[in-house]
């Protein structure tokens, strides 16, 4: 009779798990059917951005950086800088159900290093962990697409400076790794980037 309880016990349990499996694929699914809101970001935003940067970087950047790196990079990067807020092209995602902010991202037309490339580049992509891989940031990058090709037209090319985290992400959107540097923080902090490019042609 115990070998009978410990079978169905065991029994039970993988069936609660796989229960909670489906239940988190079922709400994935339905979170990559949803039409996420995407919108200029206003000075209103900044402290659910800072959250939102927060707790994305802190647990997304982890596997890809040294702890006594981000122990002094996070409280950098995860503040909002506030000419992106009200620069017109820096955008957050918000959940259609209950209006939070899940992600943010944008454009601006010069380099954040203001080095004359001549090309647009790609601004402080973030998605909250919560609905990662569900298209939050893909839906704030056909945004951009729109915005690109409206004002410059589709024969222009675009640039990121990537954490490593990101690059598999950019590379899905078409970008190429170009070189791998390291951004100044601070005078004693340098962060590991990859500038990547994608070629003209947003249409496709």
């Known amino acids: 009779a115990a070998i009978l309880v410990a079978i169905f016990n065991k029994t039970q349990s993988f069936s609660f798990a796989i229960s909670a499996t489906q239940g988190r694929r079922h709400q994935e699914m339905a979170n990559c059917r949803k039409k996420w809101i995407v919108r200029p ?19 997304l950047l982890a596997p890809h950086y040294q702890d006594d790196l981000l122990k002094v990079a996070l409280p950098l990067i995860t503040k909002t800088r506030k000419d992106l807020l009200t620069c017109g092209t820096w955008y957050v995602a918000q959940d259609p159900d209950d209006q939070t902010i899940v992600g943010c991202g944008g454009w601006t037309p010069d380099n954040p290093t203001k080095a004359k490339t001549g090309l647009p580049h790609l601004r402080h992509f973030a998605t909250d962990p919560k609905v990662a891989r569900q298209g939050v940031a893909r839906a704030i990058w056909e945004r951009i697409r729109q915005d690109v090709t409206s004002t410059l037209g589709l024969d222009v090319g675009l640039e990121v400076f990537s954490t490593i985290t990101a690059k598999p992400f950019y590379e899905s959107l078409g970008f190429q790794e170009v070189k791998r540097l390291e951004i100044p923080l601070t005078k004693d902090c340098q962060f590991p980037s990859i500038l990547m490019r994608r070629e003209a042609g947003l249409a496709d």
């Open 41 to 59: 970001t206003t000075l209103d935003d900044e402290e659910a951005i800072n959250t939102l940067l927060k707790n994305s970087f802190e647990l």
